[in-house]
């Protein structure tokens, strides 16, 4: 019977195998990444800027009163753009738009409801949407990439096993590759009469990709 598990390949230069394993671990969420905006529009700036700082102001101390600590609640935008009104051919200013962006880390996701409906209360009326992490990430990474090379290894042998091949199962070379980015939330609009609204926690996945390099020998 062929054996299809050799030592360590020699110095010499064999045919390769190059494969790409990919490792995932599903694991519960301890934290949520919320964005909330507050938009405000007048014909004055100095009007837009005090009626956006009055809403901003109260939509934190609204989140510090739920537990929130400050130094969880990140400004990440703040913008002023005026606005015009094309009439008969002529451009003139019309108003002045004043948005301010808050990160806010909420470490308890059961929170997540509350957190929407007492800033919508408060003056919020914008989001980007939520995002579930969790603040030991690495961890789960690991384990991951762990599982990425142990199906590099298996597809390996697979493709070696079908091809009638010998094969060192330990990599020539290993590369971890990038893993893929997360899709980035469009901002939304946050009506004045929402209530909590019932956030479903989702799973947290952590995928892992390498790409692996394996040493086989033709039958003689």
């Known amino acids: 019977m062929q054996s299809w598990h050799r030592p360590a390949p020699p110095a010499a230069s064999r045919p390769t195998l190059v494969i790409t394993g990919q490792g995932t671990v599903i694991a519960k969420p301890d ?13 004055n700036v100095q009007e837009a800027l005090a009626d956006n700082a009055k809403r901003t102001n109260a939509v934190i101390e609204a989140l510090k009163a739920l537990g929130i600590p400050i130094e ?12 015009y009104k094309h009439l008969d051919g002529t451009t003139a200013l019309s108003d002045y738009e004043v948005e301010h962006w808050l ?14 409906e007492a800033a919508v209360a408060h003056g919020a009326n914008l989001a980007r949407g939520l995002e579930f992490r969790l603040v030991n ?20 042998l697979a493709i070696a096993r079908a091809l009638g091949l010998p094969l060192y199962d330990t990599p020539l070379e290993l590369k971890e590759q990038p893993p893929a980015r997360s899709t980035p939330y469009h901002p939304s609009v946050l009506s004045v009469s929402s209530s909590a609204p019932p956030v479903q926690t989702q799973d947290v996945i952590i995928t892992a990709y390498v790409e692996a390099t394996f040493v086989y020998s033709f039958i003689s």
Do not use: C, M, W
């Open 137 to 156: 990430e690495q961890a789960y990474y690991q384990q991951a990439l762990a599982l990425a090379v142990k199906n590099a290894k298996e597809k390996a």
């Open 103 to 116: 990160d806010i880390t909420v470490r308890d996701t059961k929170k997540a409801g509350a957190i929407y």
């Open 31 to 43: 934290t949520v990444l919320i964005a909330i905006g507050v938009h405000t529009e007048h014909h």
């Open 72 to 83: 969880d609640i990140e400004t990440t935008s703040f913008s002023i753009r005026p606005t």
